[in-house]
Each structure stands twice: as structure tokens, then as C-alpha cells.
């Protein structure tokens, strides 16, 4: 996949949500992405599958301005150059992100971490009065129902168990409801149940929003039923529906033989 | 909606309550018992306490960046006497002819370095409301500047304190140069009066105090709606989990400068109280270790509770006092010292953070829990 050279398709590059074109980045001589291309098309939730290391995690954190990578285009909705927009510039475009190691706001109740994740003037002066709008009141109450969590909703994040934090910042995600949610192993470290009920929020969510999914766990994968894009040393190895990749005989390959 | 919110706020109350007494009760037994009567309170012991609430309203300030947005401070005794300086410069120029060398503009240590006139920084300070303008501006400016550096280039943590320990330092060198034209190593003394009044006199001495608690009641209020809104759960975000809040769109930057700005302030207005009750300030006040005790009286007190820090510059300070009158004066750095490693390692939420969480396991449980400041739970609000 890699290897064709992409030609220029102004037609489907400007259709694309997000558009990688050979992105590299390096860290002291490691590269870590390897000329990746990768397209989303609005509406579309990808699975993003790999080995530990294969710079699942990177991919993220250069979409989201974290890392600015050494060469490559990031584009997103056709026009917007991400490389040249910091984090918060680009959560306000409408791209959220979930961490693979759960953060939320630990201190804080589970409604208020909702509270400062819903969409609405991030500026200090538009924040400094109190209370909260009934219509904003409505938004969080309808996520906390969403991600399982109303009856916790007075609890402090920090005592929720693994799973539920993990929720919790999925929940976060949707307030900010932005355009494309990157979520990052959503499943690691959870139960079997709790694993079949969070594929199943993300399907729920995936009815209106784009999602890219990165995640370990197959079974999650097959449950989910979508496009899958396996990543190898920071390049895209195969990409089709799960059925076919997991055919491929380099994925097995990269799956088993190491 | 506010005012219910406040008056929620069980411990807020009590210590407003306490300031508004204090305001009213320590100038009336200043000033209406006899010299000899038991419930007499000489006017040393009020310019005392006097001094230990401007250390308060310090300790408070410092509180709100770093016990609610983690920003370790080591330089905000530098606010406190930039504040302390702009007042000293008002104070002076009411001396007028009444100086050493009779000059009617220039204080006595430019007469006596030879100036000829006025330095053009020094205009202006003779009219109170501007000098009252220049104890929030200058410290609140210097504090900008350097926030939207700092902050602007992600400085954090240890070394964020320790260029605030420098920027401190910096000005204490400058301060102490007299070609600066703010009286070098002995700093500015010998007030006169203030707005009028007999800066030595019993009365205005009791005013000062009482403006003082005051000003801390307000500090207080200020202080507790700015972390009670939005944006106050954005600052304990950002203390917690700073790069999860960029992520969700806020410019943590800002909301740093905002709250660092506003306690360099707050500092200011401290230090400004503080100069008319001591009767001087000078470079002194701006030295490095200045600025730690502050951080010491905050983490006794308790960081994060706003209260608590208030309550522990005035418990060190009193023990400060008490311990360097006496024979163990020579010892008080080691005592300060211990105490510090001793907060540190068996409260580390100071002495509020720790009773209030007692209380709240005491309470019954289920309580709706407020977002706590302290690292841990603290429901007890
Ligand atoms: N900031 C960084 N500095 C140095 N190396 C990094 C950094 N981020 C990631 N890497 C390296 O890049 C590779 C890809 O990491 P990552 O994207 O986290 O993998 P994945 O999420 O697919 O498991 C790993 O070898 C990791 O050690
Ligand atoms: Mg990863």
C-alpha cells in the first residue's frame, strides 16, 4: 500500500475528513511513522490495528498537534493544514482525542469533567461566572446516560475503576463534540463485559460522529465490523475489511512470527 | 445563585466572620480601653497583627496560583514588595519639606546623593490614587511579562520556580543600587503621613488594621469565586492534567497568566498594607528566602483551601515572633525548617486540608462532594 506513489486526487482529497500523505517523524534517529498515508471519509470509523511500538499512539499525537512531524502533509476537511496548528487550535477545528492511558480529571466530579469538556468558550473572561445553562445542564446529563455513568455523576473521577474512567473520557469527547474522535485503546485493561459494552457505545457514537479507533484486541476489532488499517514500523502494511486483512499473509506474519 | 453558593462555603464564613470582628474589636480595644485595663491592646501588638494579615492576604495570593494551578511560585515576596515600594514612594513624597534636608520634592536620600531633580518615575507618586494604581500595575505588569514568557514557552515545574527565585533576585540587586532612585540598602523610611493622617498615631494605626482585615475578607471573596467558577475548575485542570486540558481546546497558557497576574496583584495590595504599619521598606524585602517562607506558611496552612494558607502565615508568623524575642532566637531557621519537613511529610495537606478531611469522615458519608483543591478527596465543604 505504501509503496504506490499517490497520485494527486484533488477530488478525494478534498472529500477526505483527514488525509495523511507520507507523514514521517523521528525520534533521535528512530523513525517512528514511516512515509504514512491514510485517508477518513466523513462519517467513516476506521479501526486501527498493530503491534506495540507499530506508532499507533504517534499517528495520534501528530493529528492532534503534539508532534510535529519532520515531513508529510496532515489535512484535514481538504484545506486545513494540522501541522501548523497547536492542540487547542486543533480541538477547536473539532478533532478530539482519548489517551490510551485513561486522564481525566481526577479531582473533580465525573459531571464537572463533563462540564469542562462540553463545547462552548474555552476563553478565561467567558468563564469566570458561576452556574450553568439548562440547555448545557441537558447536554451532560444526556452523555452521562450515553457512557454509563448517571448514577456516578457526584463522584469524584478519581475513584472510578478503570473502565468507567475510560468511559468517562469518552464521555468527555462527545461534549466537546467535535467532527473526528481519536480513540485511543479504548478497551486495554477492561473486563470482557466491559469491553463488549464500550464497542457498543462506540457504534452508538460512530452514528454521528467519525471515529478512529486504535486497539489491540481482535475480538473488540471484529465486533466493531469496519474498515481495518494495520500499521507496521510506522506504515500502513494492509487495509481493507478485517476479514481479508487478517487473511494477509504479511499481518500474520507481523502478528505471529515475531 | 452566588450568593447561595457562598454562603455554603461553612469555613469561608467562619473566617470572614473572624476578619470582620477583628476589624471592628482590635481597633475598639485599641482605642476605647485605658492604657492599664486587661483588655487593653497596645498598638504594637495591633501594627503586629497588622503585619501577620498583610502576610495572609500574601499567602492567599500565592495559594490561588499554586495551590489551585500547581505553579510553584518562589518569587512572590518580589510582588508583595514591588506593592510595599509603591507605597513607600507615596509615603515619601508626603514628607515634603519636613525631611532631613528640608527639600520640598526630593526625599532625603537624593538631596543627599546630589540630585538635582525628580527622576520622571518618581512623578505622580505624591497623588494617592495614582500610587494606589501603581501598587496593582507594577507588580500585575511584571508579573505578565514574565507569565507570557514563562507560560508562553511551556517553562514548568522546578524550573519555573526557579526562574521566579531569579526574577526575585534580579530585583533585589537592583533595589539595593542607588543609582536606581529608590534609597538603595536603606530602602524608604521615615514616613510621616498618610492621606493626612499621623502615620504614628493610634488612630491611624487602627485604621490600617482594620482596612487590612478587610482587605483580606476581600481578597478572600475574590479569591473563592475566581476557583468556584468554570474557570476555576479549568486552573485545578490544568494543575492536574494540564496537557488533556490543551486538548480540549482551552489555552492553558492564559488561564496561567490570568491567575498568576491577579495573585502578583494581590500581592501588591499586601505589601502595600504591610509598609505604613512596619514603617519601612527596603531592598531586604525582596531576598530569595522571603519568597520560600511564603510557600512554608502556605503548605502549613494547608494549600489549595485558601483559608489555610491565611491561617499559616499568621500561626508561623506568630511563632516566628515569639521564637526570635526569645533566647532560641538563632535557632528559628532550623525550627522553620522542620517544621516544613515535618508538614511535608505527616500533613501534607496542612493543617486545614487535614482537620476538614477529619470532619468528613466524622459527617455522614454521601455527601455531595465539591471539586476539591487538596490532592485527595476533601468533601468537607
Ligand atoms: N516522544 C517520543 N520520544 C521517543 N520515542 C518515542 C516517542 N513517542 C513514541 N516513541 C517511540 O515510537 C514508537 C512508536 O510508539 P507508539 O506510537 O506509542 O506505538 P503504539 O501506540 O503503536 O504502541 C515506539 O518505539 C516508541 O518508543
Ligand atoms: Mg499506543
Redesign the interface.
Known amino acids: 500500500m505504501t509503496s504506490v506513489v499517490t497520485p494527486q486526487e484533488p477530488a478525494h482529497l478534498t472529500s477526505s475528513l483527514l488525509y495523511l500523505d507520507d507523514v514521517s517523524v523521528s525520534f533521535d534517529g528512530f523513525r517512528a511513522i514511516n512515509k504514512l498515508s491514510l485517508s477518513i471519509q466523513p462519517g467513516e470509523m476506521r479501526a486501527i490495528i498493530g503491534p506495540n511500538g507499530a506508532g499507533k499512539s504517534t499517528m495520534m499525537d501528530i493529528i492532534?498537534g503534539?508532534t510535529k512531524p519532520d515531513t508529510g502533509d496532515v489535512l484535514f476537511e481538504g484545506t486545513t493544514d494540522l501541522t501548523r496548528l497547536?492542540?487547542?487550535a486543533i480541538?477547536?477545528l473539532g478533532i478530539?482525542?482519548k489517551?490510551q492511558k485513561p486522564?481525566?480529571?481526577?479531582?473533580?466530579?465525573v459531571e464537572?469533567n463533563i462540564?469542562?469538556?462540553l463545547k462552548s468558550d474555552?476563553?478565561?473572561l467567558k468563564?469566570?461566572?458561576?452556574?450553568i445553562s439548562a440547555d448545557e445542564q441537558a447536554k451532560i446529563d444526556k452523555i452521562l446516560v450515553t457512557i454509563r455513568l448517571a448514577a456516578d455523576r457526584?463522584?469524584?473521577a478519581?475513584?472510578l475503576s478503570h473502565g468507567q474512567k475510560q468511559w468517562l473520557e469518552i464521555g468527555?469527547l462527545l461534549a466537546?463534540d467535535p467532527k473526528l474522535l481519536l480513540v485511543d485503546e479504548p478497551a486495554a485493561g477492561m473486563t470482557d463485559a466491559e469491553t463488549i459494552e464500550t464497542a457498543k457505545l462506540l457504534k452508538e457514537i460512530a452514528r454521528d460522529h467519525s471515529v478512529i479507533v486504535v486497539e489491540h484486541d481482535m475480538t473488540f476489532i471484529r465486533d466493531l465490523g469496519v474498515k481495518v488499517t494495520v500499521l507496521h514500523e510506522g506504515s500502513v502494511l494492509a487495509e481493507g475489511p478485517l476479514d481479508v486483512v487478517s487473511a494477509d499473509e504479511r499481518v500474520i506474519e507481523v502478528y505471529l512470527g515475531r | 445563585m452566588l450568593t447561595a453558593k457562598l454562603l455554603a462555603d461553612r469555613r469561608g464564613l467562619i473566617f470572614l466572620a473572624i476578619l470582620a470582628a477583628a476589624a471592628i474589636l482590635v481597633p475598639a480595644l485599641n482605642l476605647l480601653t485605658p492604657e492599664g485595663s486587661a483588655l487593653h491592646v497596645p498598638t504594637y501588638a495591633m501594627s503586629l497583627m497588622g503585619k501577620y494579615l498583610t502576610y495572609a492576604i500574601l499567602a492567599l495570593a500565592l495559594d490561588l496560583v499554586w495551590g489551585y494551578c500547581g505553579i510553584l511560585s518562589l518569587g512572590h515576596g518580589a510582588f508583595f514588595a514591588l506593592g510595599g515600594y509603591a507605597m513607600g514612594m507615596y509615603l515619601m513624597r508626603q514628607i515634603g519639606p519636613r525631611g532631613v534636608y528640608g527639600n520640598p520634592v526630593l526625599p532625603d536620600f537624593m538631596v543627599f546623593l546630589n540630585w538635582k531633580e525628580l527622576p520622571w518615575y518618581w512623578y505622580g507618586f505624591d497623588w494617592f490614587p495614582f500610587a494606589a494604581l501603581m501598587v496593582v500595575a507594577v507588580p500585575g505588569l511584571i508579573a505578565f511579562i514574565f507569565g507570557w514568557f514563562a507560560f508562553r514557552s511551556r517553562v514548568t515545574g522546578v524550573y519555573l520556580s526557579i526562574i521566579t527565585q531569579a526574577l526575585t533576585y534580579a530585583l533585589l540587586l537592583a533595589f539595593f543600587r542607588n543609582d536606581m532612585g529608590f534609597g538603595g540598602n536603606n530602602g524608604l523610611t521615615d514616613f510621616k503621613d498618610i492621606l493626612g493622617f499621623n502615620i504614628q498615631s493610634d488612630a491611624t494605626r487602627a485604621g490600617l488594621f482594620a482596612l487590612t482585615a478587610l482587605t483580606l475578607a476581600a481578597a478572600y471573596l475574590i479569591a473563592r469565586s475566581v476557583v468556584m467558577s468554570k474557570a476555576g475548575k479549568v486552573l485545578l485542570a490544568v494543575r492536574d492534567a494540564e496537557s488533556r486540558v490543551r486538548f480540549l481546546g482551552y489555552r492553558a497558557d492564559n488561564y496561567k497568566l490570568f491567575v498568576f497576574t491577579l495573585s502578583a496583584m494581590m500581592a501588591g495590595i499586601a505589601g502595600a498594607l504591610y509598609v505604613p504599619q512596619i514603617g519601612i521598606i527596603n531592598p531586604s524585602e525582596f531576598a530569595p528566602g522571603n519568597s520560600i517562607e511564603v510557600v512554608i506558611w502556605t503548605a502549613v496552612g494547608g494549600r489549595g483551601t485558601l483559608v489555610g494558607p491565611a491561617i499559616g502565615a499568621i500561626l508561623v508568623n506568630f511563632a516566628k515572633t515569639t521564637f526570635t524575642t526569645g533566647a532560641l532566637a538563632p535557632y528559628w531557621l532550623f525550627a522553620l525548617g522542620g517544621l516544613f519537613v515535618l508538614v511535608t511529610l505527616f500533613l501534607p495537606k496542612g493543617i486545614v486540608g487535614t482537620a476538614s478531611d477529619y470532619l468528613a469522615r466524622r459527617r455522614a458519608a454521601g455527601a455531595k462532594p465539591e471539586p476539591v483543591a487538596a490532592p485527595t478527596p476533601d468533601p468537607a465543604e
Not at chain 1, 486522564?103 to 466530579?109: I, S
Not at chain 1, 468563564?127 to 452556574?131: A, I, Q, S, T
Open positions: 492532534t503534539k497547536d492542540e487547542a480541538a477547536h478530539g482525542r489517551f486522564t481525566v480529571f481526577e479531582n473533580q466530579t464537572d462540564h469542562l469538556a474555552r476563553t478565561v468563564n469566570l461566572f458561576w452556574g457526584d463522584r469524584l478519581g475513584d468527555m466537546q
